[in-house]
């Protein structure tokens, strides 16, 4: 599978932005996709997971200000992002796995398939 996120960018606090994943392979309807990030010098934290086209899981920290969807016949994941804040700033990342089960899914490590990344700086 290949993931390709994009969409960040620089924006003030309170702005919002639309990150895309856009995958390839064997990206299928029932596959989990999870949004990741990194700031600096931080270890990648859970942002928000689709588990296999059904429930969406969201980090406490973004719940209520970011969601996830995503548009299978264009085997495209987003993650809309609203209210930032400059707590936000990292690397996003996307990544999908086709075995993830469902108390995994916060881990880095259970996913084998990894797009890019995309930065978001939020300024205060």
């Known amino acids: 599978v290949q993931l390709q996120a994009s969409g960040g960018g620089w924006v003030q606090t309170g702005d919002s932005l639309r990150l895309s994943c856009a995958a390839s392979?064997?990206?299928?309807?029932?596959?989990?996709v999870t949004w990741f990030r990194q700031a600096p010098g931080k270890e990648r934290e859970f942002v928000a997971s689709?588990?296999?086209?059904?429930?969406?899981y969201y980090a406490d920290s973004v719940k209520g200000r970011f969601t996830m969807s995503r548009d299978n016949a264009k085997k495209q994941v987003y993650l809309q992002m609203n209210s930032l804040k400059p707590e936000d700033t990292a690397v996003y990342y996307c990544?999908?796995?086709?075995?993830?089960?469902?108390?995994?899914?916060?881990?880095?490590?259970?996913?084998?398939?990894w797009g890019q990344g995309t930065l978001v700086t939020v300024s205060s």
């Open positions: 392979g064997s990206f299928v309807v029932s596959s989990t």
């Open positions: 689709n588990f296999r086209n059904a429930n969406t």
């Open positions: 990544a999908l796995s086709n075995r993830v089960i469902l108390s995994s899914i916060r881990a880095p490590g259970s996913y084998a398939s």
